[in-house]
């Protein structure tokens, strides 16, 4: 098993920025991939950014140029920094943990809101 664990979340003004954390329980070396999702109220859940245990890295069309992730294997964090937030950002954003063996471990998440 692996925990995951996301903060950082919070109320933040349109334009605004935030860095979302995200701390593993077992190296992040060990995985495939980290990755960050999010979902809306009402909507399905959606994947933000990931990294691969060899640094490559993916975004969604909606946030390339404004999110960036990153990861520190010392600590076994991911981090999401967030800037110029929108309004259309504000969702309850997940971390999910992916290995090829064991399967996917996920956060309970950390909400953020983006007020106009």
């Known amino acids: 098993q692996v925990q995951v664990v996301e903060s950082g979340g919070g109320l933040v003004q349109a334009g605004g920025s935030l860095r979302l954390s995200c701390a593993a329980s077992?190296?992040?070396?060990?995985?495939?991939?980290m990755g960050w999702y999010r979902q809306a109220p009402g909507k399905q859940r959606e994947m933000v950014a990931s990294i691969t245990s060899g640094g490559r890295t993916n975004y969604a069309d909606s946030v390339k140029g404004r999110f960036t992730i990153s990861r520190d294997n010392g600590k076994n964090t991911v981090y999401l920094l967030m800037n110029s937030l929108k309004p259309e950002d504000t969702a309850t954003y997940y971390c999910k943990y992916s290995t090829y063996v064991t399967g996917d471990y996920w956060g309970k998440g950390t909400l953020v809101t983006v007020s106009s």
């Open positions: 077992r190296s992040i070396s060990s995985s495939n991939s």
